[in-house]
């Protein structure tokens, strides 16, 4: 089994995801491609920093567009999901793993400044990670510098891309830097690559001592996040990575407005009519929404939203789907194009309709 995410709260400048793995392997030198993962669907992905003979660039340019795709929440739902559904093995499935990078006004850092946070398992309550990123143009003139921050006072900052104010008085005083980590990033046409140093990334592990070496490669597009980092000792020991060398393969999220309507003879509030849930909010990246009343308590269904490859016909689907109380299987499910704007189902007893907010991309 993956190990838990507490091995990666000890190794405080991790890059973007710090997977980790208990299986002990050599860090391999590059990214292998999707043929080694069970149930990939995905071509492999290009995470190399080619030798310097691209053609000049507009760096300002393309440090804009970066920072555009970059801005947004990412989830790898479909890959856990695709992993368990071919029956990976345990130790080669992938954390499930939710990104946001929130850009934010944070002038003492720069102009291109995110605040950063990432949970496990689809649960905010279990965030491994904040931290705040910043973009620049690198001294060499052909490549973005990304550079990371932890913050000293970790709690003082929590959801801060949900109240920017937090940030206001923020200072480099308030922060920790990890001179060594920084990732360089290159455009390849239709997407970004970035990588660290080799061998500069070093670290304390607070809870063995030891000196960690993290290398990380990333892939960057319009529509995904790849992130590849591990970790070795000083003596070349695994200490966290995937085992099978395959990234954490995050996609963007849309996020989707609606409502639900529930039998009130159903849930004990009475003979007629139905009972309205009117604030749905969810993604479509494997979201679970528990339906509740405006105190919180609970009416007995859970809404699911999801974008699906299935392994056999390999057709791309948007899935909503209604489960029970206690149950794991769903009650009904309804299909529809990934990219429909609007879904819902009705089951008499309980009927749903979901739209995509329009500022989600």
């Not at 050599?26 to 990939?40: C, L, N, R, Y």
């Not at 990380?216 to 319009?222: A, G, I, M, T």
């Not at 070795?232 to 407005?257: A, Y």
Request: hydrophobic share 40%; with cysteine; net charge neutral.
């Amino acid at each position: 089994m993956l190990q838990s995410p507490t091995i990666i709260a000890t190794v405080t400048t991790a890059l973007l995801v710090g997977a980790c793995s208990s299986a002990p392997s050599p860090v391999p030198s590059a990214p292998v491609t999707d043929q080694a993962e069970p149930g990939a669907v995905s071509g492999a992905r290009d995470t190399s920093i080619a030798p310097a003979t691209q053609p000049a660039r507009d760096i300002r340019a393309d440090l804009a567009l970066l920072a555009e795709w970059f801005a947004g929440r990412f989830d790898n739902h479909l890959q856990v999901w695709q992993a368990k559904a071919a029956q990976t093995a345990d130790d080669l499935i992938h954390e499930h793993i939710h990104s946001i990078f929130a850009r934010v006004a944070v002038p003492a850092f720069g102009e291109y400044v995110f605040y950063v946070k990432q949970y496990m398992d689809g649960d905010p309550k279990k965030t491994y990670r904040q931290r705040l990123y910043t973009f620049e143009p690198a001294a060499d003139g052909t490549s973005i510098v990304l550079r990371i921050f932890a913050f000293v006072d970790d709690a003082a900052y929590t959801d801060a891309h949900l109240e920017p104010g937090k940030l206001a008085d923020l200072s480099p005083d308030k922060v920790h830097p990890t001179p060594g980590c920084e990732v360089y990033w290159h455009r390849r046409g239709d997407h970004f690559v970035g990588e660290t140093k080799e061998g500069a990334c070093r670290i304390q592990s607070r809870r063995s001592g030891k000196t960690l070496i993290i290398s990380d490669n990333l892939y960057l597009d319009s529509d995904e996040i790849w992130i590849h980092d591990r970790a070795t000792d000083e003596q070349g020991n695994f200490i966290f990575g995937h085992k099978g060398n395959i990234p954490h393969k995050l996609r963007r999220v849309r996020e989707f407005s609606g409502w639900a309507a529930i039998r009130k003879s159903d849930i004990g509030q009475g003979k007629d009519g139905y009972h309205l849930v009117s604030d749905l909010i969810i993604h479509d990246q494997g979201q679970r929404v528990a339906l509740a009343t405006p105190d919180g308590s609970e009416l007995g269904y859970t809404i699911e939203l999801a974008q699906l490859v299935y392994q056999r016909t390999k057709t791309p689907v948007l899935k909503l789907a209604i489960y029970e109380k206690g149950s794991d299987k769903s009650l009904a499910y309804a299909w529809a194009n990934p990219d429909a704007e609007r879904i819902g189902v009705n089951l008499g007893r309980i009927q749903v309709g979901l739209a995509v907010k329009k500022a989600s991309r």
